[in-house]
Each structure stands twice: as structure tokens, then as C-alpha cells.
């Protein structure tokens, strides 16, 4: 099976703090990916990344930035929180690979954030 | 920028009647996957639809995909309470390497 661990279930943070989520999948999984997700608006991509070392702006970069220097762990920056990045934030993992079909993403349980 | 609109938002069902989900993309999709999230928990998938026309069944579960490829549906027959949750659609367009995620619909089964 498949496992996609987060660093935390909950994080409460304060405004301006520098905020790391960590993000690890066991799969060998080429890519990796970073959703937050907030009621009415479903999943968006922040950042994504297909290889080490490699990232991509997903729809809502902005106030985020992302760290892969190892294939299996994906890191999600918040340079300086603000509270309008009180939201989940999921992890997910594709190999592009069969037997699954080919970008099936597998999430991690997610982590809650709360920017005071 | 690519749109995959999802309808209802929330459904509250009693137990027993059936429930549907539709989404519609404003562009071509080359593929469509739907997520069920239970209360709680995280995104899982349940299938993928490719071809156009396509329908494929789960137990209780039936997908379809569109002839234009633009729309797909989650119909459940007799809701059960194990199918609480957020269903998701997510599209992926011709060409692109994004997958774009509905806003989801709730449901909700009254037993």
C-alpha cells in the first residue's frame, strides 16, 4: 500500500511566522504535489514537482514556496503566515505507473493549519 | 484558467434514495477521476474514466464520462450511511499536466 505521511494533524501558528510542512511518501513516487483545501472552493494546487530538485507553480503560489532535494520528501514553505492561510493542506503523491492508473493521486492525511 | 465546476454543492438524502453529482468542464478533458473524502479524512480515489461515452460501475456506484468529454456524473443507487462524505471530481486537460479539482458536493444520508 501506498503511504503518504504528513509532519502534523494540526499546527497553530501567529502571523509572520515561518511555517514548514513536511511532506514524505514511501512509493518511490516520481511526483509530488500540495492542495490546500477550504469549504465551497475543493482542492487547489499551490506548488508541484515531478523530480528532485524540481518544482512548479500550481494556481495559487503566491505566500508559498516548496523544497524537494529528495525524491521521497516534499516540503511546503510559508515564509511568513498570514491568516488568510488558515486552511487543510494536503499532500499527494502520483507514480504514473501501472497498476494504477496512470496520475491516481494518493493523499496524505492532511494537515490543519490555524494562523493566529 | 481551465474551470471544473461541480453541482450540488451539499445533499442531504434519506437513506435509501439515490444521489448524483455532476461536473462540467469548460475545456476538453483528456481524463476524469473522482475522490471520495469521508468526514475527516482525506481524498481517496475511486476511478478513472477515459474515453468518451465512457460508464463504469462500482457496486452501487455508477460514472459516467461525456461524448464531448466536457461532463461526467457520480449517480449512487440506494444511499447507504457508509456513503457520507465529499465527493470530488477531478479533470485533467487535453494536453495539460494539471489535474483541477471540483469544489466537491457533500452528502449527507438521513437513516
Known amino acids: 500500500d501506498v503511504k503518504v505521511t504528513q509532519s502534523s494533524r494540526y499546527l497553530v501558528k501567529r502571523t509572520g511566522e515561518k511555517v514548514f510542512l513536511e511532506c514524505v511518501q514511501d512509493?518511490?513516487?516520481?511526483?509530488m504535489f500540495w492542495y490546500r483545501q477550504d469549504p465551497g472552493l475543493g482542492l487547489r494546487l499551490i506548488y508541484f514537482?515531478?523530480?528532485?530538485?524540481?518544482?512548479e507553480k500550481g494556481d495559487i503560489p503566491e505566500g508559498y514556496s516548496v523544497s524537494r532535494e529528495k525524491k521521497e520528501r516534499f516540503s511546503l514553505i510559508l515564509e511568513s503566515a498570514s491568516t488568510n492561510q488558515t486552511s487543510m493542506y494536503l499532500c499527494?503523491?502520483?507514480?504514473?505507473?501501472?497498476?494504477?492508473?496512470?496520475?491516481?493521486?494518493?493523499f496524505g492525511p492532511g494537515t490543519r493549519l490555524l494562523v493566529l | 484558467g481551465q474551470q471544473v465546476m461541480q453541482i450540488p454543492q451539499y445533499q442531504h438524502v434519506q437513506e435509501g434514495e439515490d444521489f448524483t453529482t455532476y461536473c462540467n468542464s469548460s475545456?476538453?478533458?483528456?481524463?476524469i477521476q473522482w475522490y471520495k473524502q469521508r468526514p475527516g479524512g482525506h481524498p481517496v480515489f475511486l476511478i478513472q474514466?477515459?474515453?468518451?461515452?465512457e460508464v463504469k460501475k462500482q457496486k452501487r456506484l455508477t460514472f459516467q464520462f461525456g461524448e464531448a468529454k466536457k461532463n461526467s456524473s457520480l449517480h449512487i443507487t440506494a444511499t447507504q450511511t457508509t456513503d457520507v462524505g465529499t465527493y470530488f471530481c477531478?479533470?485533467?486537460?487535453?494536453?495539460?499536466?494539471?489535474?483541477?479539482f471540483g469544489a466537491g458536493t457533500i452528502l449527507r444520508v438521513k437513516s
Open positions: 499527494a503523491s502520483t507514480s504514473g505507473q501501472r497498476p494504477a492508473p496512470a496520475e491516481t493521486q494518493y
Open positions: 512509493m518511490d513516487h516520481e511526483n
Open positions: 514537482s515531478y523530480d528532485v530538485k524540481m518544482k
Open positions: 475545456t476538453t478533458l483528456s481524463n
Open positions: 474514466l477515459v474515453k468518451s461515452g
Open positions: 477531478a479533470g485533467r486537460k487535453e494536453y495539460g499536466n494539471k489535474l483541477v
